[in-house]
C-alpha cells in the first residue's frame, strides 16, 4: 500500500468530474490536493476523514508548504493521539473553492486558458462534500469509519451522513453549528467588502498582475479573527498594554495611528501574514458557502430530516466562550439528532479561549474523541 | 462486574435485555455500562455535570449533556422502552413535571431516591433538631443539591393524584431488601417501576 501514489503527503489528483454543484452549474475536471496518513487497512474500514476550516487546507498533521508551521491539528492527530496514523487511514483534502491545490478561483478555467476569478461557480458545503466523496471514490473507500471537524470542518461533518447517509459511521461536530446566523452572514460580509473595495482586488481578475488586494484580504481576516477570540481571552493576553517601539523603547500614546497597542499590532500581523498564505477570491467563495449553509433548509426545513436515514453516531461538543458558535447551537443539532433517534453524544467543554478553543490543546476534547472514536463501527 | 450502587443494581437486573433506555442524571455512566456490556441495551444518557458527560463518553457511551428540568421535552413520545431516574427527582426544580416528562418518553419508567422519612433521618431531626446528614444525605442544607426531600409516602401519593400504576417497588437499607409494608420508616433507599 505504502508503493500507491495515491497515498501519502501532498497528493494532488485531477478527478475527470462533471461534480454537480448545487447551484447547477458542473465543476469538470475536479482537482483536489489532499494529504493520507496512516495504512488504509485490508477491507478499507479504518478511515478517518477530517474537514477542515474556513482558513484551513489538506496539512493537518503536516509542515505547511508555504509558513513551514506545522499542521494545524497535530494536537487531535498524531502517533499517540485520538486520531493515531498508527490505528487509522486519515485522509484531509483542501476544500474545493481554496487555493491549496483544489479548484478554486485561481484554477485554471479550461474553457478560457485562464484562472476562473469570479467566473469560478459559487459552491456550498454540501458541494465541498461531494468533491470528498468523490476522493473517496478515487482512495477506494466506500465507507468512513468517521468524519471528525471543527468549525466549518463541523459543517461538512454535519453534511457528511445527511448527504451520504450509508457512507460513514462516525460524525464528531466541534465548535460548529447547523447554520450561519444573520450576526455570522454579518461578519463575514464586512470581510467580503473589505476585500472587494481593494482597489486591487479588480473585479477578482488580480492575478496576471500578480499584485492581489492584500490589503483587503487582511482587514478581512482581521474581523474575522476577532470572532475567533473570546473578549476574556484578549482582555488576559493584552488588555490595554501598549506595543513596545522599535528599538526596543517602551510603547506610549503615539497621538496618531500606528499600531500603539498590542492587540492592533497583534490583528495587523493576523492579517498580513494570512493575505501571504491565502487567496482573496478563494475567500470570498468559501465566506459563501458559509453563509448559505443552512442544513434544515437542505431538508425541508427540519433539521431531523438531514439524520433520518444515517445509522452514524454523532459526538457534538461546543466550548462556553465560543461566541461565533454557541452551545445553543450545537443544543441545535443534539435535539435534531434525539428527534431522529440517532446516537448523539454532547459536551460543552469549557475554556477561556474562544471559538480557537478546539485547535488549541484541551486534554478534556482529547479525551472525549478518543472514547467515542475507539467504540462501535 | 463493576459494583453498581445498590439502586441501580435493582434497577440492572430488571432492564429487558435487548431494550431501549434513557438514563436521566446518568453520572459517568455507571449502570448505562453495565446494561450495554452486559444485558445488550441500547442505552442512551442525559448529565448535567461536563466532567461525568466527558467521563461516559470516553467509555463510548451515548450521553448529552443537559438538564433534566429543561432538555426532556426535546425528547421524542414513546422514544425509549425505559426511562430511568436515579436519585435525580429530588435535586429536580420540578418534579411532578419530570416524572410526567419521563412517562411519556419511556413505556415505562424506573425512579429511585433517598427515602427522608427513613428512621435514621427522623431520629436526626427529632433529637437533634438540625436537618440530617445521613450516610445517603451526606450534605448539610446549604451544600445539599436536594432540594425537593422526598418520603416513600409522600411518593405514592403522588403517584395516585398523577394516576400512575406501581408496576414493581424495591425498598433498600444499605444494599439488602426491606419489606413494603413498613418501608417508609425503614427503606433507606426506593426503587419504582412506572407505567401509565
Known amino acids: 500500500m505504502s508503493s500507491d501514489p495515491r497515498f501519502g503527503l501532498r497528493r494532488h489528483v485531477t478527478l475527470p468530474g462533471p461534480l454537480a454543484l448545487d447551484s447547477g452549474a458542473s465543476l469538470s475536471p475536479v482537482e483536489i490536493g489532499y494529504e493520507t496518513y496512516g495504512t488504509l487497512n485490508e477491507d478499507a474500514s479504518n478511515a478517518v476523514l477530517i474537514c477542515h476550516a474556513l482558513t484551513g487546507d489538506q496539512h493537518v498533521a503536516s509542515d505547511h508548504p508555504i509558513t513551514g508551521k506545522p499542521g494545524w491539528w497535530t494536537r487531535m492527530i498524531g502517533p499517540g493521539k485520538p486520531i493515531d496514523p498508527a490505528r487509522h487511514f486519515i485522509i484531509c483534502s483542501n476544500v474545493i473553492g481554496s487555493c491549496m491545490g483544489s479548484s478554486g478561483p485561481a484554477t485554471i478555467d479550461p474553457a478560457t486558458g485562464e484562472p476562473f476569478g469570479m467566473a469560478f461557480p459559487v459552491i456550498t458545503i454540501r458541494d465541498m462534500v461531494r468533491a470528498q466523496a468523490m476522493l473517496l471514490d478515487h482512495l477506494g473507500i466506500r465507507r468512513l469509519q468517521a468524519v471528525v471537524g471543527g468549525s466549518m470542518g463541523g459543517m461538512q461533518a454535519l453534511s457528511w451522513p445527511a448527504t451520504f447517509p450509508t457512507r460513514v459511521g462516525a460524525v464528531v461536530v466541534i465548535a460548529s453549528t447547523s447554520r450561519h446566523s444573520a450576526q455570522n452572514i454579518a461578519y463575514h460580509e464586512v470581510g467580503r467588502q473589505a476585500i472587494m473595495a481593494d482597489p486591487k482586488w479588480r473585479g477578482g481578475d488580480y492575478y496576471a498582475a500578480n499584485d492581489p488586494p492584500s490589503a483587503g484580504l487582511a482587514v478581512a481576516r482581521m474581523a474575522a479573527h476577532i470572532t475567533y477570540l473570546s473578549e476574556a481571552g484578549l482582555t488576559e493576553k493584552f488588555g490595554r498594554r501598549f506595543q ?96 431522529a433517534g440517532r446516537h448523539v453524544s454532547f459536551v460543552e467543554l469549557s475554556s477561556p479561549f474562544g471559538h480557537d478553543a478546539f485547535l488549541l490543546d484541551s486534554p478534556e476534547l482529547n479525551r472525549v474523541i478518543d472514547g467515542f472514536l475507539r467504540t462501535g463501527g | 462486574m463493576t459494583e453498581l450502587r445498590p439502586d441501580l443494581a435493582v434497577i440492572a437486573r430488571n432492564v429487558a435485555a435487548g431494550s431501549r433506555i434513557l438514563d436521566i442524571g446518568c453520572g459517568d455512566g455507571a449502570l448505562m455500562a453495565v446494561l450495554r456490556d452486559e444485558h445488550g441495551v441500547d442505552a442512551r444518557g442525559l448529565e448535567i455535570d461536563p466532567d461525568n458527560v466527558a467521563a461516559a463518553v470516553s467509555r463510548g457511551l451515548s450521553v448529552v449533556q443537559g438538564d433534566a428540568d429543561t432538555d426532556l421535552a426535546d425528547y421524542p413520545d414513546q422514544s425509549f422502552d425505559y426511562a430511568i431516574l436515579s436519585q435525580t427527582l429530588q435535586t429536580s426544580t420540578r418534579p411532578r413535571v419530570v416524572l410526567d416528562d419521563l412517562l411519556r418518553i419511556g413505556r415505562r419508567a424506573f425512579v429511585s431516591f433517598p427515602n427522608f422519612a427513613h428512621w435514621r433521618v427522623r431520629l436526626s431531626l427529632l433529637w437533634g433538631g438540625r436537618m440530617p446528614v445521613t450516610r445517603l444525605l451526606p450534605e448539610r442544607w446549604y451544600d445539599t443539591p436536594n432540594i425537593h426531600h422526598v418520603t416513600i409516602d409522600d411518593f405514592r401519593a403522588l403517584l395516585g393524584e398523577r394516576g400512575i400504576t406501581v408496576e414493581k417497588s424495591w425498598f433498600l437499607s444499605g444494599d439488602k431488601q426491606t419489606g413494603s409494608a413498613a418501608a417508609n420508616l425503614f427503606a433507606e433507599h426506593a426503587v419504582f417501576l412506572l407505567s401509565r
Not at chain 1, 517601539?245 to 496618531?256: L, N, V
Not at chain 1, 482573496?280 to 443552512?294: E, G, H, V
Not at chain 1, 452514524?312 to 461538543?317: H, L
Open chain 1, 244 to 339: 513596545a517601539r522599535e528599538g526596543g523603547e517602551a510603547g506610549a500614546k503615539s497621538f496618531g495611528f500606528d499600531a500603539d497597542f498590542q492587540v492592533e499590532s497583534y490583528l495587523r500581523h493576523q492579517g498580513l501574514s494570512f493575505s501571504d498564505r491565502f487567496d482573496a477570491n478563494s475567500y470570498l467563495y468559501i465566506t459563501r458557502a458559509l453563509d448559505y449553509f443552512d442544513l434544515a433548509e437542505e431538508h425541508g426545513g427540519m433539521l431531523a430530516g438531514a439524520f433520518r436515514d444515517t445509522q452514524a453516531r454523532f459526538c457534538v461538543v461546543s466550548f462556553d466562550s465560543d461566541w461565533l458558535y454557541p452551545t445553543r447551537e450545537s443544543r441545535t443539532i443534539v435535539k435534531a439528532l434525539n428527534a
